[in-house]
T-cell receptor, first 114, second 113 residues
Framework: ETGVTQSPTHLIKTRGQQVTLRCSSQSGHNTVSWYQQALGQGPQFIFQYYREEENGRGNFPPRFSGLQFPNYSSELNVNALELDDSALYLC?????????????FGPGTRLLVL | TQLLEQSPQFLSIQEGENLTVYCNSSSVFSSLQWYRQEPGEGPVLLVTVVTGGEVKKLKRLTFQFGDARKDSSLHITAAQPGDTGLYLCAGPLKGNAGNMLTFGGGTRLMVKP
């Protein structure tokens, strides 16, 4: 148990729809990162939020956006879903965002886009 | 591009056997981490290696960071069914002074009783 929870566990959407995934970090963790893990691959970094501001982004288009709230929860929003967005979406929280800070991953939300 | 390549992609062995999995890159990393991910769960950090040539042991698992900090290996002695899972190596994203990570593709290990 990492103390990081995600909802929902599974989700099915159709192409063109919008989706919101939720993450609840460990209490006191100021940093949350989101990763996309396609089937059979390693996670890919989407973006990171620190104290409610985006402070880093991977190679993902603007239709991937996020929010972080003062209560240590966060959201990943994906607009105009594409078939290739089907993946496991992982959030990871850490106390701070500095080098070497351990990240604690949630169990993920598995998204299927039809 | 900062790629971490893991080999082998898949490994199926009998309980009691030894194995080594590899994580290689053409780039220098300030540190590398190893994670294990089980079905239905997120990755769990096993170890962080920071110094070139460093060796760390975690019970039956031995982790090594290459002298040039471009590669790492994970050796498991006397594998057990509980070692089954996806083993991922990860390093800091290029140009990032924080903890944003780039991952390898993983090695999927199955240990049969």
């Amino acid at each position: 148990e990492t103390g990081v929870t995600q909802s929902p566990t599974h989700l099915i959407k159709t192409r063109g729809q919008q989706v919101t995934l939720r993450c609840s970090s460990q209490s006191g963790h100021n940093t949350v990162s989101w990763y996309q893990q396609a089937l059979g691959q390693g996670p890919q970094f989407i973006f990171q939020y620190y104290r409610e501001e985006e402070n880093g982004r991977g190679n993902f288009p603007p239709r991937f956006s996020g929010l972080q709230f003062p209560n240590y929860s966060s959201e990943l929003n994906v607009n105009a879903l594409e078939l290739d967005d089907s993946a496991l979406y992982l959030c990871a929280s850490s106390l701070e965002q500095g080098f070497g800070e351990t990240q604690y991953f949630g169990p993920g939300t598995r998204l299927l886009v039809l | 591009t900062q790629l971490l390549e893991q080999s082998p992609q898949f490994l199926s062995i009998q309980e009691g056997e030894n194995l080594t999995v590899y994580c290689n890159s053409s780039s220098v990393f300030s540190s590398l981490q190893w994670y294990r991910q089980e079905p239905g769960e997120g990755p769990v950090l096993l170890v962080t290696v920071v110094t070139g040539g460093e060796v760390k042991k975690l019970k039956r698992l031995t982790f090594q960071f290459g002298d040039a900090r471009k590669d790492s290996s994970l050796h498991i002695t006397a594998a057990q069914p509980g070692d089954t899972g996806l083993y991922l190596c990860a390093g800091p994203l290029k140009g990032n002074a924080g903890n944003m990570l780039t991952f390898g593709g993983g090695t999927r290990l199955m240990v049969k009783p």
